[in-house]
């Protein structure tokens, strides 16, 4: 028999409550056909020991209504089995689809900081591994627990009427079998959620690994690749073999446990049946009984293990669910009132993990209407000052402030309309064209879109493009150059038309010609706007109103371009080692910007 140690049950009650619950009046039906079959495999054992009786009475009668009988019982049985498959499959793949779009959801809605704590390869697995162990076990829940039980529970009913001391002799074999099944499982748990975290973490490394394939050639490192992958799916390989043999001492124990009750009812009965004491059709009915409820027994047995696996991903699901995001709305926010747009950072800290410091005291003002730009050495802070504007993360000490207002405590829908951001690092959807840069504006016309592309100087590569505005752009824009996604994304945030724009060296990564068509097009977007840009050369920004260099998560200095030179700080420093390292950018080559009024 199946049984829930430690925490399945309460995971399976949970199941029941937030999932099943809804679909109950279903599962009702359900139930009711599951009980018919019950009742049904029940009345076998009971005809074949009334065969046997008229047969030796030499009841000619049996022949003509037995028959019949035996037809309307398996039909009744057949039908109820189809309905109830039926049923169940329509209730478990809903349930199925509803907790993965729940799940999707949630991940959609978590922090940055959640996310990147497993890579997007393995969350995907949660959609594919885990739930088809889940999809299992609702399946056989009422497949093979409900329906086997009520079999099982028709077939004692009819054991206790034939004999119920015999019935009783034969059960006492079920604690010997019962104990082991319920320690096999236990294992079983604990080596499928080892499964299936070694799955999630072969999936990523496969993925790292192809999203690297140019690296890898690059290098040679198809040999070290192949090596990790090869030890990672062997591990993950050994994992389920030892799952399997965990599985497969289940069925020697059920089958010597069924043969011992088969063998002590013939001992039994057949000293009857020659004693006189029962009839040939009592030791046929008997014996059939038995035989039959050898299928369910051994299936509820079984099961066990199929709930000790779906419990691993039940629990793995659950805990990713039950992980409330640190980027939540105050119960008092208000929309955000953006007047000039002035940014403000007021003695900020912040930390990704308690031994990283990534800005130590931060007190900055971007001017409302102008441009402030960020430089300084990689892991300065730069990025992650960006990222406190729109609340990808939260200070963890001080204040962020648009026009005044902390931006804590304004609503994150508002907060995020007025921020456009564009990066290096450009994110296209497999999509059109049309419908990339409509995310700028949801319900955006194409009017509309085809100008937010024409200012972001795209209009004439989209148009020479096979269908135009719907050509699709492949997974992660793959079908399109590197200027040309720059330049949807910069469309895109035209589109957007926000009063607030963060670029973070959106032009580090372009050819010469992609470069000087998104620096006009980023000029045209600056203008009237408020500014926070990262650039990683300084000719990009000499003519920002203000320019703040920024080391080890502080800021050490601030002021125009010519002033910061002629003051012979870090930023002079910087700007030797530039020109040093990169002649070919002189600084005349800069993008138009606004100055501070």
Do not use: C
């Given at each position: 028999?199946?049984?829930?140690?430690?925490?399945?049950?309460?995971?399976?009650?949970?199941l029941?409550?937030?999932?099943?619950?809804?679909?109950?009046?279903?599962?009702?039906?359900?139930?009711?056909?599951?009980?018919?079959?019950?009742?049904?495999?029940?009345?076998?054992?009971?005809?074949?020991?009334?065969?046997?009786?008229?047969?030796?009475?030499?009841?000619?009668?049996?022949?003509?209504?037995?028959?019949?009988?035996?037809?309307?019982?398996?039909?009744?049985?057949?039908?109820a089995?189809?309905?109830?498959?039926?049923?169940?499959n329509?209730?478990?793949?809903?349930?199925?689809?509803?907790?993965?779009v729940?799940?999707?959801?949630?991940?959609?809605?978590?922090?940055?900081?959640?996310?990147?704590?497993?890579s997007?390869?393995?969350?995907?697995?949660?959609?594919?591994?885990?739930?088809?162990?889940?999809?299992?076990?609702?399946?056989?829940?009422?497949?093979?627990?409900?329906?086997?039980?009520?079999?099982?529970?028709?077939?004692?009913?009819?054991?206790?009427?034939?004999?119920?001391?015999?019935?009783?002799?034969?059960g006492?074999?079920?604690?010997?079998?019962?104990?082991?099944?319920?320690?096999?499982?236990k294992?079983?748990?604990?080596?499928?959620?080892?499964?299936q975290?070694?799955?999630?973490?072969t999936?990523?490394?496969?993925?790292?690994?192809?999203?690297?394939?140019?690296?890898?050639?690059t290098?040679?490192?198809e040999?070290?690749?192949?090596?990790?992958?090869?030890?990672?799916?062997?591990?993950?390989?050994?994992?389920?073999?030892?799952?399997?043999?965990?599985?497969?001492r289940?069925?020697?124990?059920?089958?010597?446990?069924?043969?011992?009750?088969?063998?002590?009812?013939?001992?039994?009965?057949?000293?009857?049946?020659?004693n006189?004491?029962?009839?040939?059709?009592?030791?046929?009915?008997?014996?059939?009984?038995?035989?039959?409820?050898?299928?369910?027994?051994?299936?509820?047995?079984?099961?066990?293990?199929?709930?000790?696996?779906?419990?691993?991903?039940?629990?793995?699901?659950?805990?990713?669910?039950?992980?409330?995001?640190?980027?939540?709305?105050?119960?008092?926010?208000?929309?955000?009132?953006?007047?000039?747009?002035?940014?403000?950072?007021?003695?900020?800290?912040?930390?990704?993990?308690?031994?990283?410091?990534?800005?130590?005291?931060?007190?900055?003002?971007?001017?409302?209407?102008?441009?402030?730009?960020?430089?300084?050495?990689?892991?300065?802070?730069?990025?992650?000052?960006?990222?406190?504007?729109?609340?990808?993360?939260?200070v963890?000490?001080?204040?962020?402030?648009?026009d005044?207002q902390?931006?804590?405590?304004?609503?994150?829908?508002?907060?995020?309309?007025?921020?456009a951001v564009?990066s290096?690092?450009?994110?296209?959807?497999?999509?059109?064209?049309?419908?990339?840069?409509g995310?700028?504006?949801?319900?955006?016309?194409?009017?509309?879109?085809?100008?937010?592309?024409?200012?972001?100087?795209?209009?004439?590569?989209?148009?020479?493009?096979?269908?135009?505005?719907?050509?699709?752009?492949?997974?992660?824009?793959?079908?399109?150059?590197?200027?040309?996604?720059?330049?949807?994304?910069?469309?895109?945030?035209?589109?957007?038309?926000?009063?607030?724009?963060l670029?973070?060296?959106?032009?580090?990564?372009?050819?010469?010609?992609?470069?000087?068509?998104?620096?006009?097009?980023?000029?045209?977007?600056?203008?009237?706007?408020?500014?926070?840009?990262?650039?990683?050369?300084?000719?990009?920004?000499?003519?920002?109103?203000?320019?703040?260099?920024?080391?080890?998560?502080?800021?050490?200095?601030?002021?125009?371009?010519e002033?910061?030179?002629?003051?012979?700080?870090?930023?002079?420093?910087?700007?030797?080692?530039?020109?040093?390292?990169?002649?070919?950018?002189?600084?005349?080559?800069?993008?138009?910007?606004?100055?501070t009024?």
């Amino acid at each position: 028999m199946a049984r829930l140690p430690g925490d399945t049950a309460p995971l399976l009650m949970r199941l029941w409550r937030e999932w099943l619950y809804p679909h109950r009046a279903v599962l009702a039906v359900v139930l009711v056909l599951i009980a018919v079959v019950g009742a049904s495999t029940g009345l076998y054992p009971a005809l074949i020991k009334a065969a046997f009786d008229a047969f030796d009475r030499k009841d000619a009668s049996a022949i003509a209504y037995g028959p019949l009988v035996v037809v309307v019982v398996t039909s009744l049985r057949g039908f109820a089995l189809y309905g109830q498959t039926v049923l169940t499959n329509r209730v478990v793949t809903r349930v199925e689809a509803d907790m993965q779009v729940a799940l999707y959801g949630h991940l959609i809605e978590s922090d940055l900081a959640q996310l990147g704590r497993e890579s997007p390869a393995a969350l995907t697995q949660r959609f594919t591994t885990d739930f088809a162990f889940i999809k299992e076990a609702l399946t056989r829940i009422s497949t093979v627990l409900l329906r086997d039980i009520a079999m099982l529970a028709g077939l004692v009913v009819a054991l206790l009427w034939m004999d119920p001391i015999l019935t009783l002799v034969a059960g006492v074999t079920v604690p010997f079998v019962a104990g082991p099944i319920g320690r096999i499982g236990k294992k079983l748990r604990r080596v499928s959620t080892s499964t299936q975290e070694q799955m999630g973490a072969t999936a990523s490394l496969i993925s790292e690994s192809l999203q690297g394939a140019r690296v890898a050639k690059t290098f040679a490192l198809e040999g070290y690749l192949k090596g990790r992958a090869a030890d990672s799916l062997d591990e993950v390989r050994r994992l389920k073999m030892k799952a399997a043999n965990a599985r497969g001492r289940l069925d020697p124990l059920l089958e010597v446990g069924g043969g011992l009750a088969v063998a002590v009812v013939l001992v039994l009965v057949g000293q009857r049946v020659l004693n006189g004491d029962r009839t040939v059709g009592d030791f046929t009915g008997y014996v059939a009984a038995l035989l039959l409820a050898a299928q369910p027994a051994r299936a509820l047995g079984n099961l066990n293990a199929i709930l000790q696996e779906a419990a691993a991903a039940l629990r793995r699901y659950f805990d990713l669910m039950d992980e409330a995001p640190t980027i939540r709305e105050a119960p008092d926010a208000v929309p955000l009132r953006v007047g000039a747009g002035e940014i403000r950072f007021e003695g900020v800290r912040f930390r990704y993990r308690s031994d990283a410091p990534a800005l130590e005291g931060i007190d900055l003002t971007a001017p409302a209407g102008s441009v402030t730009a960020l430089v300084g050495r990689s892991g300065s802070g730069k990025s992650s000052l960006l990222n406190l504007v729109p609340r990808l993360y939260d200070v963890d000490e001080g204040r962020v402030l648009i026009d005044g207002q902390d931006v804590r405590t304004v609503t994150l829908a508002s907060l995020r309309a007025a921020v456009a951001v564009v990066s290096q690092e450009v994110v296209l959807f497999d999509d059109t064209i049309a419908a990339n840069i409509g995310f700028g504006r949801p319900g955006a016309g194409p009017d509309e879109i085809r100008a937010a592309a024409d200012a972001a100087a795209a209009h004439g590569f989209v148009s020479a493009l096979p269908g135009g505005y719907d050509f699709r752009v492949g997974p992660g824009g793959g079908r399109l150059s590197g200027g040309e996604r720059q330049r949807i994304a910069l469309a895109r945030a035209f589109l957007k038309d926000a009063p607030i724009l963060l670029l973070d060296e959106a032009t580090s990564a372009l050819d010469s010609e992609s470069e000087r068509l998104v620096q006009e097009a980023l000029g045209r977007l600056m203008r009237g706007r408020t500014v926070l840009v990262i650039a990683h050369r300084l000719s990009t920004v000499r003519d920002a109103g203000r320019i703040a260099v920024m080391e080890a998560g502080r800021v050490i200095e601030t002021g125009r371009h010519e002033d910061l030179v002629s003051d012979g700080g870090a930023y002079a420093r910087l700007r030797r080692l530039q020109l040093t390292d990169d002649p070919m950018h002189p600084e005349d080559s800069g993008v138009p910007a606004q100055s501070t009024p």
